[in-house]
C-alpha cells in the first residue's frame, strides 16, 4: 500500500487549500483515512477520520467547523478540504490508512502514512 499526499503551500490566515491523497496498491475501501498533522516541535496530532464507507467522520476539535473530510473510494481518493485557516495549522499534514474499523483518533492505529504534504499559514 502506497499513500501519495498533495495540495499543501502557502496560504495567508482565513484562506482555503485542499488536501488530496491517492491510494494505491488495495482497494481504498479496505480503510479507515485519515488526516493527521506534524507541527513543528510538536507531536503529530489527529485531524480528521472518515470511514471505510464515507458514511462517519470524525474532527479535532480545533478544526471542526473548518475542515472537512471525504472521500471516494471509486478513485481511490481521500480529501481535506480546509478553510478559514488559522496560523496554528501550520504544520506537515500527513494521510494515513487503518485496516481496523474503529475510524480511530490514534496515529498509533494506523497502518500506512503517506509522505505528507506542507501547510504554511501566514498571519
Known amino acids: 500500500v502506497q499513500l501519495q499526499a498533495s495540495g499543501g503551500g502557502l496560504v495567508q490566515a482565513g484562506g482555503c487549500l485542499r488536501l488530496?491523497?491517492?491510494?494505491?496498491?488495495?482497494?481504498?475501501?479496505?480503510?479507515?483515512m485519515g488526516w493527521l498533522r506534524q507541527a513543528p516541535g510538536k507531536e503529530r496530532e489527529f485531524v480528521a477520520v472518515v470511514s471505510w464507507s464515507g458514511d462517519a467522520t470524525y474532527y479535532a476539535e480545533s478544526v471542526k467547523g473548518r475542515f472537512t473530510i471525504s472521500r471516494d473510494n471509486d478513485k481511490n481518493m481521500v480529501y481535506l478540504q480546509m478553510s478559514n485557516l488559522r496560523p496554528e495549522d501550520t504544520a506537515v499534514f500527513y494521510c494515513a490508512a487503518d485496516s481496523g474499523f474503529t475510524a480511530s483518533a490514534k496515529p498509533q492505529d494506523y497502518d500506512y502514512w503517506g509522505q505528507g504534504t506542507l501547510v504554511t499559514v501566514s498571519s
Open positions: 488530496s491523497c491517492k491510494l494505491s496498491g488495495r482497494a481504498l475501501r479496505d480503510y479507515a
